[in-house]
């Protein structure tokens, strides 16, 4: 059958076309905004793993950040866990790997724990542990020595989880090795940052004198997980105590708008370290937090 020359023209105008209509969705792909994951840390719940994984599903978050009784519990049977967090739908997006502790005269034994972790995270599907330290001296100052061996007991940590495929992410914390601004800055220029990323906590960083704002861009290379977390002032002797998101003093708005401004699309992990008044459950504690994102902020998690 003979082809009109209305249709031929047309065929030819369609596929004169197809390389600026590939370009064009090319175009918008590589400008579409940039999702930020949430997560929610199961410490709110202590040891009772299965309750927080079950609680965090219902709650519509997609990932949960597990701690090292996950290996206590569940490092003989981890295809256990697997399957709790497959059916509840959640990925693993941060384990906490515990301390990793200076001056204990055997590094090897430190850095070992962390090891055993990257691999059990593996298991899990996940890609990044969270490490952390005792060694802030009970009384006194912390001395660059001190910050600048921690540094490189991390970057040791991280070679060798790299090996394993896994991240070794610093968090910043109060009471500890890298509570204030200034400490967390020599203890990340003192470790690679082929090794070692940041797990920043803008509500420690905030009440060890920093500012959250400031801390994203500076370290937005570094960057590898956020803990999204909210903190006010007590009367009491420890002078602050965390909160549910928008119950404290952080300003939440402009951290989500610093991170989508960087392009920011990893985890954002809410974490509640305890629930913060009593009779009230980690689940309610966590619909408050759930709430203020999507009803504050606007956030889809």
């Known amino acids: ?28 792909a590589a400008h579409s905004p940039i999702a930020i994951q949430y997560g929610y840390a199961a410490i709110t719940w202590g040891n009772n793993i299965k309750q927080s994984i079950q609680d965090i599903s219902s709650l519509g978050f997609k990932g949960i950040q597990l701690r090292a009784n996950a290996f206590t519990e569940f490092g003989q049977k981890p295809d256990e866990l697997i399957k ?24 090897e034994a430190e850095i070992a724990k962390h090891i055993a972790s990257a691999r059990f995270v593996k298991l899990l599907g996940g890609d990044s542990i969270q490490v952390t330290n005792s060694s802030r001296p009970k009384s006194g100052t912390v001395t ?22 896994i991240k070794t992410t610093y968090h910043n914390h109060m009471g500890q090795l890298g509570q204030t601004p200034e400490e967390v800055d020599i203890i990340l220029q003192h470790s690679d ?13 905030q009440q060890g004198g920093g500012d959250p704002v400031a801390a994203i861009l500076k370290y937005k290379k ?72 999507m009803n504050t902020l606007k956030v889809k998690i």
């Open 1 to 28: 059958m003979k082809q009109s020359r209305r249709s031929f023209l047309t065929q030819i105008s369609l596929l004169s076309a197809a390389p600026l209509l590939a370009s064009s969705n090319l175009f918008a």
């Open 84 to 107: 709790l967090l497959k059916d509840a739908n959640l990925k693993l997006a941060m384990y906490s790997s515990g301390n990793a502790n200076i001056n204990t005269g055997n590094d």
């Open 144 to 165: 660059n020595e001190d910050l600048i061996k921690y540094a490189k007991l991390l970057t040791e940590i991280g070679k060798q989880t790299a090996a394993i495929g």
């Open 193 to 205: 940052p082929k090794y070692v990323k940041l797990l920043l906590d803008i509500a420690h960083y």
């Open 222 to 293: 570094r960057l590898d997980c956020l803990h999204i977390k909210d903190v006010k002032n007590t009367t009491d002797t420890k002078g602050y105590i965390f909160v549910e998101l928008g119950q404290g003093r952080v300003d939440l708005p402009a951290v989500l708008a610093t991170l989508k401004n960087i392009n920011y699309n990893g985890y954002a992990i809410v974490e509640l370290d305890a629930v913060p008044v009593k009779d009230r459950t980690p689940l309610q504690s966590g619909q408050i937090t759930r709430d203020y994102l």
